[in-house]
């Protein structure tokens, strides 16, 4: 999540967010997630070659549901991670699993017609069943909820969900509703902050570092070898690709790059259509139940609709855990925790007697488009996924199984996002984020002023 369109004691630590993968040992980020995982099994380096059908590079949700999709299909599966399982976007993000991308249906409705739109929200709709599939096949605890709540901070906004709720409707769903005006929306949120909102009782949240480390499980108990601490440092793109790291190679049928905004220049071309984003989380001490009752009164996700996002929803132990802010290319601010202390208490002021237990950030990866880039290097069989532009949780996941049916011969679905076409950022590699930067003050400044761009 980020773009849509205090002084107490603070554990934070990012070791690392802009991570140009380097053979250094690297433990998760200090985050609430990283302090209430229930597996810490650590999986050895890859040494030496091995052979498999897929090699998948990166960790995250979308090497994951991959791999979980094509060992099911029969593939033999390795994967390596550079760091840890979990280490990037997918362990440490708000844990909102919207169903949706960034650009909104209607945005796909325009430019590729009523039937293409109803096969993207669909395949939405998937992406979150999918989750809900591998929480009950393969037991993963990690405190799923149904629910999520899109809130207006003015008319536009309230205006621009209505048009989405018709096109969602026009596609088939009618089960998002709209919540009108401000008792609505109080009637959930204790902020005056919101004219309105919409509600999705599709969408959910939940601890996605839980998630992630269920689904490493799960992918084993299908066949899959997993190696963390095995940064990839070069993949001969060719029919028969070989995937390197500095102690081992895997020679592969088919390599899927799943490392996102920590693919780094790996593949110059990619990198060239991704900008890293970096986005911050904190965690509250827990607020005991009435008081967090009092917050959110349904343990729903929470995101309002202002170009530069917040984000939040308590955890299991009913902390409220508030997201927000964007960074093109991936920036840290040092005050980034007592940033995101503001940010929470411009939303709840009645928390400023609340300590703050956690702060931390991690980088996602956008494309020019908003839409995720899916596809294959030209004349070989390397494939990649990435740029979920701040939607990823869902997403993962879908496109995990589209890549597997890809690899079993059946390209339709796939292609839906393979055919969106994904152009360079403009600026080259040393412009492209100031280029950015720019086009994003506009947006903030109507933020700012209380316009919002939809
Ligand atoms: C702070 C934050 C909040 C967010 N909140 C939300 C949210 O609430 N809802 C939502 O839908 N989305 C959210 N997102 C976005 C979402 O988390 C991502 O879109 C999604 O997790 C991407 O998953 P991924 O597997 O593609 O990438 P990642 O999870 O980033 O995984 C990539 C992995 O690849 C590894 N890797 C990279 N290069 C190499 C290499 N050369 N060799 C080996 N391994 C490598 C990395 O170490 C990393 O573990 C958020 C992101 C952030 C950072």
């Not at 053979?23 to 040494?47: F, I, K, M, V, W």
């Amino acid at each position: 999540m980020t773009e849509n369109r205090g002084k107490q004691a603070i554990h934070f630590s990012v070791p690392s967010m802009n991570a140009q993968v380097s053979p250094a040992r690297r433990a998760h980020t200090n985050s609430y997630y990283a302090a209430s995982r229930n597996d810490d099994s650590e999986r050895a380096g890859l040494q030496g070659t091995v052979k498999a059908d897929v090699c998948i590079v990166g960790g995250g949700f979308t090497g994951l549901s991959a791999g979980i999709h094509l060992a099911r299909a029969g593939y033999k599966v390795v994967l390596l991670e550079a760091n840890r399982i979990g280490w990037g976007a997918s362990g440490r993000n708000g844990g909102q699993a919207i169903i949706g991308y960034n650009s909104g249906i209607g945005a796909l409705e325009s430019r590729f017609g009523l039937d293409a739109a109803k096969n993207y929200l669909s395949m939405a709709l998937e992406g979150c069943d999918i989750i809900r599939q591998h929480i009950e096949e393969f037991q993963i605890s990690c405190d799923f909820k149904p629910g999520h709540v899109g809130l207006a901070t003015d008319q536009k906004q309230l205006h621009a969900m209505e048009k989405e709720r018709q096109v969602w409707a026009r596609c088939g769903r009618d089960d998002l509703e709209l919540i009108p005006d401000r008792p609505g929306v109080q009637d959930l949120v204790a902020s005056s902050n919101y004219v309105g909102g919409f509600f999705d009782p599709n969408s959910a949240h939940l601890h996605p570092l839980n998630l992630a480390l269920g689904e490493a499980r799960a992918l084993e108990s299908l066949g899959g070898v997993i190696h963390e601490h095995s940064p990839v440092t070069k993949v001969d793109v060719h029919q028969k690709p070989v995937v390197h790291t500095e102690e081992g190679r895997v020679n592969a049928d088919y390599v899927l790059l799943a490392g996102n905004a920590y693919l780094g220049n790996l593949i110059p071309s990619i990198e060239a259509k991704l900008i890293p984003v970096s986005s911050f989380v904190i965690a509250t001490e827990p607020l005991g139940e009435e008081r967090a009752a009092a917050l959110l009164k349904k343990d729903y996700g929470y995101t309002d609709w202002r170009y530069v996002l917040d984000y939040y929803r308590l955890s299991a132990d009913k902390r409220l855990l508030f997201g927000g802010k964007s960074y093109y290319g991936g920036a840290q601010p040092a005050n980034f925790a007592e940033a995101m202390r503001q940010d929470m208490l411009k939303v709840f002021p009645q928390l400023s007697d609340v300590k703050i237990d956690y702060a931390w950030g991690g980088n996602f990866a956008i494309t020019y488009s908003r839409m995720p880039d899916v596809g294959r290097l030209r004349d070989s069989n390397v494939f990649y996924a990435h740029g979920y532009s701040g939607h990823g949780v869902t997403t993962t996941h879908i496109v995990g199984r589209l890549l597997s049916e890809m690899l079993a011969g059946n390209a339709e679905r796939f292609d839906y996002f393979s055919r969106i076409r994904q152009v360079p950022f403009p600026g080259g590699k040393y412009l492209k984020v100031p280029a950015v930067v720019m086009g994003s003050w506009y947006y903030r400044l109507r933020d700012m002023l209380g316009a919002s761009r939809k």
